[in-house]
């Protein structure tokens, strides 16, 4: 069985930088196909008010982002060590948010970036951004 973890988060400044990463492990032969999307959880949200950042297409690599992050962070895969990265430039204090990683086969990024689409999570990293 496929199963994602995150890393990476922290504490960082105003307009400071982090870079997650989403590692598959387990049974990982299929992970390139998989469309695999960011997503985040503010303080005192709920799960279902989880906010789509990112998505990375599996076959064609096509990716989308939020209007709140684009131009600020990039999503990005390293097929060989099977790992999913969100550099996260410029961070601002309402980045902060616990970061999701999530993966569905066969599934082409929509520009919504709805959790929905998604069955495969994380577990999550916490991001801070603060003085």
């Known amino acids: 069985q496929l199963m994602l973890v995150e890393s990476g988060g922290g504490l960082a400044q105003p307009g400071g930088s982090l870079k997650l990463s989403c590692t598959a492990t387990?049974?990982?032969?299929?992970?390139?196909?998989?469309?695999i999307g960011w997503f985040r959880q503010a303080p005192g949200k709920e799960r279902e008010e989880r906010e789509g950042?990112?998505?990375?297409?599996?076959?064609?690599?096509?990716?989308y982002y939020s209007e709140s992050v684009e131009g600020r962070f990039t999503i990005s895969r390293d097929k060989d060590r099977q790992i999913v990265y969100l550099q996260m430039y410029d961070l601002k204090p309402e980045d902060t948010a616990v970061y999701y990683c999530?993966?569905?086969?066969?599934?082409?990024?929509?520009?919504?970036?709805?959790?929905?689409?998604?069955?495969?999570w994380g577990r999550g990293t916490q991001v801070t951004v603060s003085p």
């Open positions: 999530a993966a569905e086969a066969q599934h082409f990024c929509e520009p919504d970036l709805a959790p929905v689409d998604f069955t495969l």
């Open positions: 387990g049974s990982t032969e299929d992970f390139d196909y998989y469309a």
């Open positions: 950042v990112s998505c990375l297409n599996s076959l064609d690599e096509r990716t």
